[in-house]
């Protein structure tokens, strides 16, 4: 059973920076497309940004563009959403994910299978 661990959220000031990660475990890193996305109060969930099975392709939402930036290691089975200019509407609780083994890259929510438990990023303005 895959499982995935967020872990680096936090509460920071307007401008300030957050690097999240997500552990996985129980699966094979490199072969799962992989996936950020976040949900604030009373909203949808809503894609953020994600990277391919084998980490040369990367999207991300038009919001976020140019202030986070996805990556991931796969000697430490770990992927990474860091975050620079933050802005009090980033606020959410950001949820990592592993998409089906078929996907190569996939920005689409219902094409991933696994999530972590999520992480509480707060930005004050």
Known sequence: QVQLVESGGGLVQAGGSLRLSCAVSGGTFGSYAM??????PG?????????SKSGDI??????????????KDNAKNTMYLQMISLK??????????????????????????????????????
């Open 88 to 125: 009090p509407e980033d606020t959410a609780v950001y949820y990592c994910a592993a998409a089906g083994p078929q996907r190569a890259f996939t920005t689409t929510l219902t094409s991933y299978a696994y999530w972590g438990q999520g992480t509480q990023v707060t930005v004050s303005s």
């Open 58 to 71: 990367t999207h991300s939402a038009d919001s976020v563009k140019g202030r986070f930036t996805i990556s």
């Open 43 to 51: 909203k949808e969930r809503e894609f953020v940004a994600a990277i």
């Open 35 to 40: 996936g950020w996305f976040r949900q604030a």
